[in-house]
């Protein structure tokens, strides 16, 4: 049997005789899991509490990663201490398991609050309690959620020290990195029976970019990859000619009681394939490579398969001259997959997940591997040098000044964090069955499969139907978990949305036609899955390049930045005698800091204060100056909207004189502007700016480097690509949203930056509570409030909706641009009657009092008198998609959506933000007392508070809202 619990005191070892000699064992008190509690993990109970304001834009990286999975309120009440701590639930039962052995290593490395699980377990009576130990066919699994990558696996059996530096430094662009995985590439295209010519072409034509950046040519990078790619074609042609052989290929394996994730190269015969580019000249394969097996078979056995083999696939072998090398030349090696190995491979595992959640150091001593032969010692010990950290290698260099030290390790706690929050996530692929993820919008099941259609690059295009409206957090453009039924115990792939349609009748138009053609989902993978559902799968990715961004600005940054940043020095400002604004001194002034900084230059934008058009001035500007700019923000809209505005101001100096009829912005050779991102990412409009990454690399290069304004996302900017560009300045737009490592990502690119933000809007994106809730703008802003400017005339609100949020969020100095701003009303909109609308509607502020319903995230009180509302507005001439409406819960939001037409936005704060809308609707949805996330953090409403243009209605309990100053306030301006 499986025994499953939390680690609820301290664990004795011994040694004892038995009749087999001496023993080791350790005594593990544990508390056991009870089933309804076992899914149950500090994140979702949390989710409870920011349900409906745990979303944001989803955003995709140029290499299908998603730069914001998902948002969580930055309010919850947050309990202190280790997240698996808490999980230890009084009252229940407590037992002891006792760890045999080889076992007792793992138990070295377990806390109190630990999870452990004991497979295959024998239970024992002592004095009358049950108790459990292990048998010799039982694993011990050291914190089961925390999925390890089964590449993190072989990296910490070859140094554990090498596991941490690839972690802070992730994967720099090198051939030999490229090479393997077009060699990969096109191994998964032979098995797909692609031909070899055709695979080895069209793989090396997508890298393009990446391989004109390595100053690569085609042809050989062709040849290279063919030398390779026989190797392959060999081995799979003598499995054919015993035509024993069925393959799969490269698939993703999760392993919920192992806690190990991967993608194995293939499959053959139920055991695993892994392809390495290198040479073995032995007959056994290599230990590190036996071992990456072992973690597939692991899940493969999980998964109901039998595994005795591993092979591991040479393909250099095959490349080598017979005459001139000795051994065993044979590309490929089979070996038999022993328990102890696979035993082994869980003990490593378990260190590695036992020291991450205790968010320690590796110092190489771990391990056994021999520094003096370390093609990463030099590395090793500049890192642990420079960071003081104890390290096998040892340290050169000087140690960083204790305080970036200490911020070091409050960032590397804060990011590993989130990367736990990430994991909980995961888990819940597993914990949760299939309704209760749909019920928590974290999956949409129950999808009819179509059709599946191979693209020309080797993906496959795959459609569903949905058969149900239900609501989910998945949105186009997403990564998902798309599988035939279970995300981990079914077939499953990664996979892109490309089109989501929704299966919801549209109410207003036809309430009893038939159902719009509307309902197909989209999606594109490497693997043609017959798709039924699809899961929220968050991207580590995301947790990873924060790390690589905290590591380089420390460690690779310039000596004066940190100075500036660490406050031993003062920002200084060469700024022009230049007008560069001449109707809106504010944002002159915001222009001449941001060209005249020498460090960075702060912009504080209050909404609709043109912050766009100030950045789009500034980046003129510095383009007539002759200088590279990086044009960023969190979101690919915030980019788009930015380049939009570059474009449209700038696009004169930016040669969009129409010297190229495809790229309006690209003149010549030197000129030009490049969006890096991926196709779904960036919007249509931009798509001519697109850096295409496929194509002659001479020529990719040539675009991205001579491109004087290159725009892309934050996480984007991570990437291996971007992290080889230099540029003048970094301009980065939302950056009040961004955490402080997301800041550096733009940052590290450049010479010096500019930020452009309003920290009294909505807060950087974590799942976690700590460090990385405030944003470096808002640190700086603080810290150096000379070296910003607010921009305080606002072009969007009319003067009563303003009002407020100006008294309240910007100390009053919020003002209309022009008179025709202050005195917008809905009677400008053509069409549109303000007479035509009941009295108590006319004012640009209004306040509709619904003691509404007691449900804890809807109000469906609330949602019927909105409804009303709109039909009111409506009646009066305004078209529904000049509408939006406004709810704190996503709950709320669906139940609202039930009601009104498609073409009325109805959403939550998070998702608003950035937008503006003729009439805002907002539902507080609260009855008695004030809770939810609207009221947690006072800039969310300012956010929704600030996206109307020429009306606002505020819906909700009045009696609640008065039981808060800043909400009487509100009522008292809103005319109640
Ligand atoms: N100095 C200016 N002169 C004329 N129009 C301006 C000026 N500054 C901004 N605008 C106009 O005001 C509107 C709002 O500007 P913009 O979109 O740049 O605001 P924003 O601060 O970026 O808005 P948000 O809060 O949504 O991010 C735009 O139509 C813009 O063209």
């Not at 994991?423 to 499969?449: S, V």
């Given at each position: 049997m499986n025994v499953r619990g939390i680690v609820a005191g301290e664990i004795e070892e011994r040694t004892v005789s038995t009749q087999y000699g001496e023993s080791d064992l350790a005594e593990v008190p544990l508390r056991l899991a009870r089933d309804d509690l076992e899914g149950e993990t500090r994140g979702e109970r949390l989710a409870d509490w920011t349900d409906g304001a745990d979303e944001s834009e989803s955003d995709r990286a140029s290499d299908g990663t998603d730069a914001s999975d998902e948002r969580r309120s930055n309010d919850?009440?947050?309990?202190?201490?280790?997240?698996?701590?808490?999980?230890?639930?009084?009252?229940?039962?407590?037992?002891?398991?006792?760890?045999?052995?080889?076992?007792?290593?793992?138990?070295?490395?377990?806390?109190?609050?630990?999870?452990?699980?004991?497979?295959?377990?024998?239970?024992?009576?002592?004095?009358?309690?049950?108790?459990?130990?292990?048998?010799?066919?039982?694993?011990?699994?050291?914190?089961?959620?925390?999925?390890?990558?089964v590449t993190a696996i072989r990296n910490w059996v070859e140094c554990p020290r090498l596991y941490y530096l690839n972690k802070l430094s992730g994967v720099p662009l090198n051939y030999p990195v490229v090479k393997g995985t077009l060699v990969h590439e096109v191994f998964g295209d032979l098995l797909r029976g692609r031909d070899i010519e055709e695979s080895i072409d069209a793989r090396v034509e997508e890298r393009g970019l990446q391989l004109g950046l390595l100053g690569e040519t085609p042809e050989a990078v062709a040849e290279d990859v063919r030398e390779n790619a026989k190797a392959i074609e060999g081995w799979l042609e003598q499995g054919r000619l015993t035509e024993e052989d069925s393959w799969r290929s490269e698939q993703l394996l999760i392993s919920e009681t192992f806690g190990i994730r991967g993608r194995a190269d293939a499959i053959r015969r139920g055991g695993p394939v892994e392809l390495k580019t290198g040479k073995n000249l032995k007959k056994e394969p290599r230990f590190k490579d036996k071992i990456q097996a072992a973690c597939y078979a692991l899940v493969l056995e999980e998964h109901g398969g039998d595994v005795d083999?591993?092979?591991?696939?040479?393909?250099?072998?095959?490349?080598?001259?017979?005459?001139?090398?000795?051994?065993?030349?044979?590309?490929?090696?089979?070996?038999?997959?022993?328990?102890?190995?696979?035993?082994?491979?869980?003990?490593?595992?378990?260190?590695?997940?036992?020291?991450?959640?205790?968010?320690?150091?590796?110092?190489?001593?771990?391990?056994?591997?021999?520094?003096?032969?370390?093609?990463?010692?030099?590395?090793?010990?500049?890192?642990?040098?420079?960071?003081?950290?104890?390290?096998?290698?040892?340290?050169i260099g000087q140690a960083l000044p204790a305080e970036e030290r200490e911020y070091f390790q409050r960032l590397y706690r804060a990011i590993e964090?989130?990367?736990?929050?990430?994991?909980?996530?995961?888990?819940?692929?597993?914990?949760?069955?299939?309704?209760?993820?749909?019920?928590?919008?974290?999956?949409?099941?129950?999808?009819?499969?179509?059709?599946?259609?191979?693209?020309?690059?080797?993906?496959?295009?795959?459609?569903?139907?949905?058969t149900s409206a239900a609501n989910s957090k998945i949105r186009e453009g997403d990564f998902v978990l798309a599988s035939d039924g279970h995300p981990v115990r079914g077939n499953a792939e990664l996979a892109t949305i490309e089109r989501l349609g929704s299966a919801k009748r549209d109410s207003a138009d036809s309430p009893s036609g038939p159902r719009p053609q509307g309902d197909e989902v989209v999606l594109t993978a490497d693997e043609p899955v017959e798709v039924t559902r699809l899961d929220v799968y968050p991207s580590e990715l995301t947790t990873d390049r924060l790390l690589v961004a905290v590591h380089d600005f420390l460690l690779k940054g310039e000596e004066r930045r940190k100075d500036v940043l660490f406050g031993r020095e003062d920002p200084t400002f060469d700024r022009p005698e230049e007008t560069f604004v001449d109707n809106n001194d504010a944002?002159?002034?915001?222009?001449?800091?941001?060209?005249g900084a020498d460090d960075f230059a702060l912009i504080h934008g209050p909404p609709g204060t043109g912050k766009t058009y100030t950045i789009a001035q500034a980046i003129r500007a510095m383009v007539e100056r002759g200088e590279r700019v990086l044009l960023s923000a969190f979101t690919n809209r915030a980019v788009d909207n930015a380049l939009e505005a570059v474009l449209e101001h700038g696009g004169d100096v930016l040669g969009a004189d129409g010297a190229s009829e495809t790229r309006p912005g690209v003149a010549g050779d030197t000129h030009g502007v490049v969006r890096v991102g991926s196709e779904s990412g960036v919007r249509?409009?931009?798509?001519?700016?697109?850096?295409?990454?496929?194509?002659?690399?001479?020529?990719?290069?040539?675009?991205?480097?001579?491109?004087?304004?290159?725009?892309?996302?934050?996480?984007?900017?991570?990437?291996?690509?971007?992290?080889?560009?230099?540029?003048?300045?970094?301009?980065?737009?939302?950056?009040?949203?961004?955490?402080?490592?997301?800041?550096?990502?733009?940052?590290?690119?450049a010479e010096r930056f500019v930020l452009v933000g309003d920290h009294e809007q909505l807060p950087p994106v974590v799942r976690a509570e700590n460090d990385l809730t405030e944003s470096l703008f808002e640190r700086l802003v603080e810290q150096y409030p000379d070296a910003g400017v607010m921009l305080d005339r606002q072009y969007r609100m009319n003067q009563r909706i303003q009002f407020f949020a100006s008294q309240e969020f910007y100390d009053g100095m919020l003002r209309p641009a022009e008179p025709a701003v202050a005195g917008r009303t809905l009677d400008d909109l053509e069409g549109v009657s303000r007479d035509r609308l009941p009295e108590s509607l006319r004012d640009p502020v209004s306040f509709v009092?619904?003691?509404?319903?007691?449900?804890?995230?809807?109000?469906?009180?609330?949602?019927?008198?909105?409804?009303?509302?709109?039909?009111?507005?409506?009646?009066?001439?305004?078209?529904?998609?000049?509408?939006?409406?406004?709810?704190?819960?996503?709950?709320?939001?669906?139940?609202?959506?039930?009601?009104?037409?498609?073409?009325?936005?109805?959403d939550t704060v998070d998702r608003f933000q950035g937008s503006s809308q003729e009439l805002i609707i907002v539902s507080f949805t609260a009855t008695g007392s004030l809770e939810g996330p609207i009221f947690e953090d006072y800039r969310r409403i300012n956010v929704a508070l600030t996206r109307p243009k020429r009306a606002l209605v505020l819906v909700g309990d009045s009696q609640a809202l008065a039981s808060d100053p800043v909400y009487e306030r509100l009522l008292e301006w809103a005319g109640r």
């Open positions: 919850d009440p947050h309990p202190d201490g280790g997240l698996t701590r808490e999980r230890v639930a009084d009252g229940q039962e407590t037992t002891t398991v006792t760890l045999w052995n080889k076992w007792t290593e793992s138990a070295e490395y377990l806390e109190p609050g630990m999870e452990l699980l004991v497979t295959e377990a024998k239970t024992e009576q002592y004095q009358g309690d049950t108790q459990y130990a292990t048998t010799g066919d039982s694993y011990v699994v050291v914190e089961p959620s925390f999925l390890v990558n083999t591993g092979t591991l696939l040479y393909t250099k072998n095959s490349a080598l001259d017979r005459n001139e090398e000795t051994g065993d030349l044979t590309p490929a090696k089979d070996f038999s997959m022993g328990q102890g190995l696979l035993k082994f491979v869980v003990r490593k595992r378990n260190e590695i997940a036992a020291m991450e959640v205790r968010g320690e150091v590796p110092t190489g001593y771990e391990g056994d591997a021999k520094c003096e032969y370390c093609f990463e010692q030099d590395t090793c010990m500049v890192v642990s040098g420079r960071l003081d950290q104890a390290s096998k290698a040892g340290q964090e989130e990367r736990r929050e990430v994991h909980h996530e995961y888990a819940k692929l597993w914990e949760q069955d299939a309704q209760e993820r749909a019920d928590d919008d974290r999956a949409l099941i129950d999808l009819e499969f179509l059709e599946k259609r191979e693209l020309e690059e080797g993906r496959w295009e795959l459609r569903a139907r949905r944002q002159n002034e915001a222009v001449r800091l941001a060209v249509e409009d931009m798509e001519p700016y697109r850096l295409e990454r496929a194509g002659d690399p001479a020529e990719r290069v040539a675009e991205l480097e001579d491109a004087q304004v290159v725009a892309a996302t934050t996480a984007t900017c991570g990437s291996r690509v971007m992290k080889e560009q230099g540029f003048d300045v970094a301009l980065v737009d939302e950056a009040a949203q961004l955490t402080e490592p997301g800041t550096y990502a733009a940052a590290n690119l009092d619904v003691a509404g319903d007691d449900g804890q995230y809807t109000d469906s009180e609330e949602a019927a008198r909105i409804t009303e509302l709109i039909d009111r507005y409506v009646d009066a001439g305004l078209s529904h998609d000049d509408i939006g409406v406004i709810a704190p819960f996503r709950a709320q939001v669906s139940e609202i959506t039930g009601h009104v037409p498609d073409a009325v936005t109805v």
